[in-house]
C-alpha cells in the first residue's frame, strides 16, 4: 500500500501550487482520502477530506475558498489545488486514507478527527514553504 505525495516546493505569497496524493496497492472505490499539514511547532492540522466517489468534501475555515480538493478515480489519485497561498500556508502536507465514506453530516468531524478509527494508510508528505 502506498499513498505518495507531490507536487510539494517553494512559492511566494498569493501563489499557487497542485498538491497530487496518488495511490497503490488498495482498492480504491469506498475510501475517504484526508490533507493534514504540520508546520514546525505546531500540532497536526486538517486541511481537507474528500470521499473517493466525490460525494462530499469539506475543508477547515482557514483554507476555504482558496483551496480545491477533487479526486480522479481513474488514476486512483487526490489533489489538492491551493491557491492565494500565505506564508501561514508553509508546512509539510500529507494524506491519508480511510477505508468507509463519510457522510455529509460527519465529514468536517471526521476529518478534524482523523477517521472513525484513525487513517489506516498515510503518505511520507511534501513540503510546502510560502515567502511573503
Known amino acids: 500500500v502506498q499513498l505518495v505525495e507531490s507536487g510539494g516546493g517553494a512559492v511566494e505569497s498569493g501563489g499557487s501550487l497542485r498538491l497530487s496524493c496518488t495511490t497503490s496497492?488498495?482498492?480504491?472505490?469506498?475510501?475517504?482520502v484526508a490533507w493534514w499539514r504540520q508546520a514546525p511547532g505546531k500540532e497536526r492540522e486538517a486541511v481537507s477530506c474528500?470521499?473517493?466517489?466525490?460525494?462530499?468534501?469539506y475543508y477547515s475555515d482557514s483554507v476555504k475558498g482558496r483551496f480545491t480538493v477533487s479526486v480522479d478515480n481513474a488514476k486512483k489519485t487526490v489533489y489538492l489545488q491551493m491557491s492565494s497561498l500565505k506564508p501561514e500556508d508553509t508546512a509539510v502536507y500529507y494524506c491519508?486514507?480511510?477505508?468507509?465514506?463519510?457522510?455529509?453530516?460527519?465529514?468536517?468531524?471526521?476529518?478534524?478527527?482523523?477517521?472513525?478509527?484513525?487513517?489506516?494508510?498515510w503518505g511520507k508528505g511534501t513540503q510546502v514553504t510560502v515567502s511573503s
Open positions: 491519508a486514507a480511510e477505508s468507509g465514506t463519510w457522510g455529509e453530516m460527519y465529514i468536517d468531524t471526521l476529518c478534524q478527527k482523523g477517521g472513525y478509527y484513525g487513517m489506516d494508510y
Open positions: 474528500i470521499n473517493s466517489d466525490d460525494s462530499v468534501s
Open positions: 496497492g488498495f482498492i480504491f472505490d469506498g475510501y475517504a
